[in-house]
């Protein structure tokens, strides 16, 4: 099975500064149809996740643009260019390339 | 509007089997591609995939619990029904489902039912 490592832990956040989270799967993730299936979702505190970014780097419908996925086959990083109070909790990624995958989660804190 | 609702046990003993149904809306699962897949969570820990069911009654289960588990679905009553045996406290958890299908997979979740193993 792809196992899915995601750095740092844990991210403690000033208002209005950047954000980076970084993911890296133990296989490639590209599809033999040439599309990456590498998704990335929030957990706010309480709630369910929600999808943010799919196949990389597209934003899912009403994510705002402060949010941006790249990477491609083993490594993949969430941005977030300028972190605000409502993206605190536990961002995941997933792979769907070979069934699914999450990683460990990385909790974003703000400052 | 899309949602989904798991029901359930909120507390099996050990050894027992867990039964739980999600039940949809604001789709159809006879749409071609169309399914759902259920998701777990410990306690303070990561999600975990458990399995997930297409329209075409395609069933694909995660690799360490396919022993365990069984998914199926009533398409007339909107239902998808996970069951799992031989409980373990370790697999006290919240147990989600949501949407995979066409679009982005996990587009949409169910709230989640919380289930704890415990004699």
């Known amino acids: 099975d792809i196992v899915m490592t995601q750095t740092p832990l844990s991210l403690s956040v000033t208002p209005g500064q950047p954000a980076s989270i970084s993911c890296k799967s133990s296989?490639?993730?590209?599809?033999?149809?040439?599309?990456?299936?590498l998704y990335w979702y929030l957990q706010k505190p309480g709630q369910s996740p929600h999808l943010l970014i799919y196949?990389?780097?597209s934003r899912f419908s009403g994510v705002p643009d402060r949010f941006s996925g790249s990477g491609s086959g083993t490594d993949f990083t969430l941005k977030i260019s300028r972190v605000e109070a409502e993206d605190v909790g536990v961002y995941y990624c997933?792979?769907?390339?070979?069934?699914?995958?999450f990683g460990g989660g990385t909790k974003v804190e703000i400052k | 509007q899309v949602t989904l609702k798991e029901s359930g046990p909120v507390l099996v003993k050990p050894t027992e089997a867990l039964t739980l149904t999600c039940t949809v809306s604001?789709?159809?699962?006879?749409?071609?591609?169309?399914?759902v897949s259920w998701i777990r969570q410990p306690p303070g820990k990561a999600l975990e995939w458990l399995a997930h069911?297409?329209?075409?009654?395609?069933?694909v289960y995660s690799t360490s619990l396919k022993s365990r588990l069984t998914i199926s679905k009533d398409t007339s009553k909107s239902q998808v029904v996970l069951t799992m045996t031989n409980m373990d406290p370790m697999d006290t958890a919240t147990y989600y489902c949501?949407?995979?299908?066409?679009?982005?997979?996990?587009?949409?979740w169910g709230q989640g039912i919380l289930v704890t193993v415990s004699s």
């Open positions: 296989q490639s993730l590209l599809h033999s149809n040439g599309k990456t299936y």
């Open positions: 196949e990389v780097s």
């Open positions: 997933m792979q769907g390339t070979h069934l699914l995958t």
């Open positions: 949501a949407r995979i299908g066409s679009s982005p997979p996990l587009d949409f």
């Open positions: 069911i297409f329209s075409n009654d395609e069933k």
């Open positions: 604001g789709f159809s699962l006879s749409t071609a591609r169309m399914g």
